[in-house]
């Protein structure tokens, strides 16, 4: 593990990342609980009342897209676990997909968090300790946006001199704590600030 990474930080990392997520998938199995229930009803008094095309197209429909939305939070709690497997067989660091990473903290957070990703993250892989980058990308997520904010925080990123820029665009003054700075040094990467934003810039492995 990352010297500048504890135990204690990595464990509140998984808390904080799965529970918002567990959540939205809770709120997934009930809504397609509650079209499977409206559609038996349909079915079981159809005699009386004939069941439209549209009635069961609508239900359908809005299953199917339940269906995906649960199918994408897994596919990431699926790639967050397996994050740290070749931890098991390599030497500290292993080769990290930063793209991978940022998806999953702004994604799975999304019930907490208002961000969003203006564009897909290039390829950009680094010999990191894994969760150490995640933590780094979460703080940085949770820095430049409000809970009581109602418009997302945008996150751009591209490249310049083979190095990948992530700005993380805020809606507030941030003043990045010391112990953020710390955690982006041992990474090899560094903040910046740039009015309300925070630029983190990743050169390449």
């Given at each position: 593990m990352n010297p500048a990474t504890t135990q204690k930080e990595t464990t509140a990392l998984m808390g904080a990342v799965t529970a918002p997520a567990t959540h939205d998938l809770m709120n997934v199995l009930a809504i397609?609980?509650?079209?499977?229930?409206?559609?038996?009803?349909?079915?079981r008094f159809s005699k009386e009342?004939?069941?439209?095309?549209?009635?069961?197209?609508k239900g359908l429909t809005a299953i199917e897209a339940q269906v995906a939305r649960g199918r994408t939070l897994l596919s990431l709690l699926n790639r967050l676990a397996h994050a740290t497997d070749g931890l098991?067989?390599?030497e500290e660091p292993v080769p990290c997909d930063t793209g991978a990473a940022l998806e999953e903290m702004v994604s799975l957070t999304q019930r907490r968090f208002h961000a969003r990703l203006e564009n897909p993250v290039p390829d950009h892989t680094i010999t990191c300790d894994p969760m150490s980058l995640r933590l780094l990308l979460y703080r940085l997520v949770e820095l430049?946006?409000?809970p009581t904010q109602a418009e997302?925080?945008?996150?751009t990123?591209?490249?310049?001199?083979?190095a990948l820029l992530i700005t993380f665009h805020g809606?507030?003054?941030?003043?990045?704590?010391?112990?953020l700075v710390t955690l982006s040094?041992?990474?090899n990467t560094h903040l910046s600030c740039a009015h309300h934003d925070l630029i983190l810039t990743i050169p390449a492995s």
């Open positions: 397609i609980g509650e079209h499977a229930g409206l559609l038996s009803d349909l079915l009342a004939p069941l439209s095309e549209s009635q069961l197209t098991l067989t390599h430049t946006t409000h997302e925080t945008p996150i990123s591209r490249y310049r001199d083979k809606h507030h003054a941030v003043a990045v704590p010391q112990p040094e041992s990474l």
